[in-house]
């Protein structure tokens, strides 16, 4: 079994980034969806690999300050990559450029465009985990700055033999 943490618009806290790191325990690798893409790099210490996308609050381009952030495989498309891992074909995204501020069906069906078991976003700072037909669809909220009077969260997903389940972790 593959433990992935998932982590969205933690802008700029580290504190919230150690507090996952912490609250996930061990995990085979982290992606990050956006809203510091930067921040992730404090993920990197961790050991593990680290997948991230760009979102609004990143500039929405590689410029040569964010250029190093962003592995060379993804350079051309940080604001959204699809994942090969565990046997499942994971899209991550920021979300901002899907409009999900008014739902996040568009995600669902980008998801099933790209062949996806699961498709990864934030921007809303709102956690979610639900089903789109056979996408499983997630939005770990914000470890930072949560809203609508949510708790700060993040989530860990699970893949084993291609099947994908998260849950969402709330921090206390």
Known sequence: MIRIGVISDTHGSLAALDACIR???EVDCWFH???????AKRLE???????RVLGNCDGGFVSSLTEATFP????????EAVVNIGGARILLCHGHTMGVDLGSWSIGYRAEEL?????L????HIAELSAFG???????????RPRAGRKPSFAVMEIENGDVNAGI????
């Open 169 to 172: 972790k709330i921090l206390s």
């Open 23 to 25: 609250a996930a325990g």
């Open 33 to 39: 969806l956006g809203d510091y893409a930067s921040d």
């Open 115 to 119: 062949c996806c078991s699961a498709a």
């Open 72 to 79: 060379e495989k993804q350079k051309e498309i940080c604001t």
């Open 45 to 51: 210490r961790t050991g593990k690999p680290v997948y």
């Open 121 to 124: 976003y934030g921007h809303t």
């Open 134 to 144: 056979k996408v499983l669809k997630l939005n770990p909220g914000s470890p930072s």
